[in-house]
């Protein structure tokens, strides 16, 4: 048997930095972290090579003495811990790991000074040699220069990525540091190039929107619905964006414990169960959340980077970012994002360009040309006056929105606007005050059923409307159970059926919300939705996505003409329909452009 022998100290200490600093952002958050546990209100970062060759911080906390500096370089020795009690955590950092194990694996320079010294210290730690601190020149606070990262392990370099990926972790890092804390300034170098500039903010709610529209842009910020909510000694405040404001993966929530950026899949999944069925299959939102509980709550010390925490009660956590979020975002409204208009503008300029000469640069009109324009625009109105009035005399399939000009006034006052025209019999256009409304009809009218539906639901049983011959339906085998399983729920809200034979169904009664819909194909495309989330879906969200089916059955589909009153009706309708700013798979529903939009559209504006 091979002997067993302790380790050299040097070998152990490697081991333990390799749990604590994984690559040069591990580094970068420890030494933030204990600024910002110092209270420092300004803090400076150089990195280079993404970290790899330096890193320095330089903070304006309160800084150590001699005895700290000593003491700060050898392992678990922390200023943070106080009654050595692991559940009564108030700071970021309490292991004492982080700078011992940077000096392990690094090349570590420590100078720092309190108010009240007259000088400062300063000490060196060279891959786990410590020297002695000798005096130093310096104002109160810390500067950190770590120098040569993984120089004595270079087997961990290999695995390091390239230095973009590597320095766009470390400004990820301080990102996530900066959303928590507004009232602290963050500047950040990389390579000799400024990545990062945030100005210090207030602490309040204002503050935290400003700090978080530097960071997220300001869309987010002037357009996410502000989270405030309460349970028992639990609180969660934040940002939360639109449905529609939506990304392919979930690095876009950002979810803080006690200001402690944390990555949990528990609370990823709530956020994602609250947009529920306003969002996108395989979509996430944008969103930016702070829980706060007491520290004998949770367990902060889970990992050795801290970035996982558990619960004592998880799910009361779970029922109040669920309930806080849904119920935020329904009272939002119909609101949707600029990202449609702005990705509208952007297509379309595109297409311009792409149209044209070549030249990247839209053409300002001669004068010349717009006075003929608009001399030309003049002689067209009495035609055109002419034929609105033939037209308003015509069936209503073929009528153009002609309404009084009081009635039109009043609707352009809306959110949505007056009805003006409806293009390929599919698309509304609507003018505002403003600017103008693009609204897909099919998608909008689809997102009002279902929110009817939703309604009746929960008042209690929907009327259902009895069919004049029972219609058999066959489905395949793997939909068969899934619709089985649903049957009490799909008579829940009046879709009447029940097994007939091994693979059948007979539908007796129809939601009456719908009106005239086919049962048969109802039936099949709820088996078929069924199917496809499979068993693992929380019954929530299959009830949820058979709304969304059965809605999508009884909406004004694309093709079909709309009259003025019919149009208006439906804006109206959206503006006073909860989460109608997306359509049932997440979509929006419209987009809107304003004057200043449309005019840069066609060169008249900057």
């Known amino acids: 048997m091979a002997e067993i022998r302790l380790l ?40 280079e090579r993404g970290g790899l060759d330096r890193i320095i911080l330089a903070d304006d906390g309160s800084g150590m003495d001699r005895k700290a500096l000593e003491l700060c370089v050898q392992r ?7 009654d050595a009690n692991l559940f009564d955590i108030h700071s970021f950092g309490f292991r004492g790991e982080a700078l011992p194990s940077i000096g392990a694996v690094a090349r570590l320079e420590i100078t720092s000074a309190t108010e009240a010294a007259g000088h400062g210290w300063q000490i060196e730690v060279d891959q786990g040699r410590i ?29 390091m990525k390239t230095d973009r990926t590597e320095a766009g972790w470390s400004l990820e890092v301080i990102k996530k540091l900066a959303m928590a804390n507004p009232q602290t300034r963050f500047e950040m170098s990389e390579s000799g190039r400024k990545v990062l500039d945030l100005p210090a903010r207030s602490a309040d709610e204002p503050g935290r929107r400003a700090r978080l529209a530097d960071i997220m842009g300001r869309n987010f910020a002037a357009e996410a619905v502000a989270i405030e909510a309460g ?11 639109l449905p529609t404001m939506n990304r392919p993966t979930a690095a876009h929530i950002h979810l803080f414990v006690n200001q402690r950026p944390v990555r949990d899949r528990q609370l990823i999944g709530a956020v994602r169960a609250a947009y529920g069925d306003m969002l996108m299959r395989g979509r996430y939102p944008v969103a930016v959340l ?6 004998d709550q949770l367990d902060v010390n889970v990992h050795p980077a801290k970035a996982e925490v558990r619960f004592r009660d998880a799910g009361s956590v779970r029922a109040l970012l669920v309930g806080a979020l849904s119920s935020a975002l329904r009272a939002a409204g119909h609101q949707a994002t600029l990202e449609g208009g702005s990705a509208a503008l952007a297509r379309l300029a595109s297409a311009g360009r792409s149209q044209g000469s070549g030249s990247a640069v839209w053409p300002t009109m001669p004068p010349h040309r717009s006075g003929q324009l608009q001399e030309q625009a003049a002689s067209w109105q009495a035609p055109l006056a002419e034929t609105a009035d033939m037209l308003a005399d015509s069936p209503p399939e073929a009528r153009v929105p002609v309404l009084a000009e009081q009635q039109q006034a009043a609707h352009r006052q809306t959110r949505l606007g007056a009805a003006r025209a409806q293009l390929h019999r599919t698309y509304i256009i609507a003018e505002t005050e403003a600017g103008i409304t693009l609204v897909d009809q099919h998608a909008a009218h689809e997102r009002l059923v279902m929110e009817q539906m939703k309604k ?46 091994a693979a059948a169904f007979l539908v007796r009664e129809t939601p009456a919300i719908l009106g005239e819909v086919d049962a048969g194909q109802l039936l099949r495309d709820i088996g078929e939705e069924l199917a496809e989330l499979g068993g693992s879906a929380s019954l929530a969200e299959r009830i949820e996505r058979v709304l969304a089916t059965a809605a999508c059955h009884s909406s004004v589909r694309a093709g079909r003409q709309l009259n003025a009153e019919e149009m208006n009706q439906l804006l109206r309708d959206m503006e006073n329909t909860p989460g109608s700013g997306q359509c049932n798979h997440g979509r929006p529903t419209y987009i809107q452009l304003s004057l200043a939009e449309i005019e840069r559209l066609f060169g008249r504006r900057a």
């Open 8 to 47: 050299p100290d040097h070998l152990i200490n490697q081991i333990a930095a390799g749990e604590v600093i994984e690559r040069p952002a591990s580094a970068l958050k420890e030494l933030a972290e204990n600024a910002l546990d110092a209270g420092a209100r300004q803090i400076s970062i150089t990195t």
């Open 231 to 241: 349970r028992e000694t639990i609180s969660l405040t934040g940002l939360a964006g």
């Open 290 to 295: 702070f829980l706060d509980l007491p520290p």
């Open 76 to 82: 678990h020795a922390t200023s943070k811990l106080a």
């Open 131 to 159: 020297s002695p601190p000798k005096p130093a020149a310096c104002e109160r606070g810390t500067r950190v220069v770590i120098s040569d990262l993984f120089g004595s392990t270079p087997a961990r370099l290999k695995f």
């Open 456 to 501: 009746a639901l929960a008042d209690g049983q929907p009327a259902s409307q009895l069919l004049l011959l029972p219609e058999v339906v066959e489905l395949p085998p793997e939909q068969v159970e899934q619709v089985t399983s649903m049957l009490e729920n799909l008579a829940g809200f009046g879709l009447q059926a029940e097994a007939f034979g």
